[in-house]
């Protein structure tokens, strides 16, 4: 890599400067000019986006440089293909073809949960139009990602467990699929799940539980790298039903999963299906083949040793717009693969989660 | 990537050109002048090396297209690194600190084995000095690699089983640690322990299992990509034995681990380590931690079932020099972290291995 001489610091809510993790990194930069992008939220908006390429460009900046967890590496990314891209960067997202190339970016990660330090996705809200949607391109994937689990020490308890949670989503996700010969594949996904389901609620006492830390930050990053869907169809409709109230409430991104997936379960689980979850309880849970629909309350109670919310209603969501949600999820396509869902089965998952 | 013009294949035996993967892959190359070295040896040697670095340095050559297995892409780095550097190649085998930079390299794999083609490693026979060393760096990580599991159809028994003993033996080597906190990392290693003795025996009655061979593929991939030593000491002693064997005898390297691990095995198992091989039975073989010693007898079985030979004496290799190649493995330092071996131990694992 050639060396850069100008880089944009993209950072998120402050914690880091709070931490002295970013006293720290400019301490490593010193002789490079960096400018710097902070307040990133969480579900990252086109706002900060139009920011950081609005700064990229006055500046020539040469590579960005995300220090956060996957809301502020999925800002870097846009604003990467943003700074490149001669239209509006939006466009991007309503068509991924349209992409014309990236500054490279670098990740130092302080939140395990989303793996986007090692792979292409950058997810965006923009909330004018109340859309939450993806721009996927090779092209995006960071040149370096370091994964030091001590800065992830001082995270609060809601976003240690969301992160795991929005982690073991990922594994289900690109598990429970219709394809039958993925069996290596299939092995380390059920890894990264009893990873989560041993260290998780570790860190819940222990936040500075070094081994928990590394084991969670791992797991993050193996579930979202492309290892997992390796041979694989794979079915994102629980996050699709998630970004919606994501996109539309303030609602965490891993805890609106956390509730929806053992939801998502119920619904799709059939004698059709069923020798998937066969292999899901005996694997991940020790449990007899024939206890399949138990595997789906050992999932409710997963999540809850994360001391997650498990109903929409502890999160003041009220069923009022399903519906119109629903609609949005099918309008885009094909919703799963595991089960391909119907407008019906999607809002009969979201009133489950009432 | 720019578009390169000018490009070194390098392949081996002649097996490719048999089965018109050459022919394919020359067709996709069209536009681009190809300059050609064939005829790489398994265990390759260091004369190939040099043969290819003159025709890059004659040709001026940009990139290195490796057609084949883990000799052919080891003997691509080799000259990739041979090219840039301005003495002997050798030298940089000797001291690695040498190395002043390569050309970029892509893969095309023919044989599921060493993992070569998503690694940083070269490792290349000296036929004068019988010596068999490594060239370990991140500039030799290939750009690309291709992994189709139908070019692996050919493959004749001996060399799908030796491929198989090499990647069983790579998840062994970095399972088989002292470290004790790699709860994912080590599940991710048997992950590819079962799937390796699943497919395995497969292959050997159904050489054209495109499952069998795609499961065998990945296995081979996983084991040596650098994921399975995340966070942990690695203990490459049986490599460095086996090495000592191939240098000095016709020995297909994968044949020589096989022969030697559960003789490697044996002469590590102690009370100290029985705690490893009590995961090691429970979670790939099934049995219960009590049974730690019968995973042994286990792993012979494994390796029995793919038709491999299983003492030296069977591949003529008598006991005369046993002395000489310990001495030559001690001399280059530390031999193992599971067990730092003694000139005494490697010995009697060379003996056991009769």
Known sequence: MKPYSRVLLVTGSGSVKKFGIYDEVVKELEGIEIFELSGVKPNPTLDSVYQGIEICRKNNVEFILALGGGSVIDAAKAIAAGVVYQGDVWELFLDN??????????????IAATGSESNKNSIITNELTKEKLG????????????????????????????GIADTMAHAFEQYFSPTKDSYLTDRMAESVMKTCIKFGPVLLNEPENYEARAEIMWASNIALNGILSCGKDTDWASHMIAHELSANYDLTHGIALAILFPNWMEQVFDETRKWKFEEYTVNVWGLSASEAKTSIIKTREFFNS??????????????????????????RGRTGSFKNLTKKDIISIYRRSL
């Not at 490279?104 to 990660?109: D, E, P, R, Y």
């Not at 040149?143 to 467990?161: M, N, S």
């Open 97 to 110: 073809s349209k992409f014309t190339g990236a500054l490279n970016t670098g990740c130092i990660l302080t």
């Open 135 to 162: 721009l996927r391109r090779d092209e995006l994937k960071p040149q370096f990602a370091i994964l030091d689990p001590k800065y992830t020490y001082t995270l609060p308890e809601k976003q240690t467990a969301a």
């Open 306 to 331: 994360l001391n997650l919310p498990d109903t929409l209603t502890k999160v003041s969501i009220d069923g009022q717009y399903f519906e119109q949600f629903a609609e949005n999820v099918v309008r």
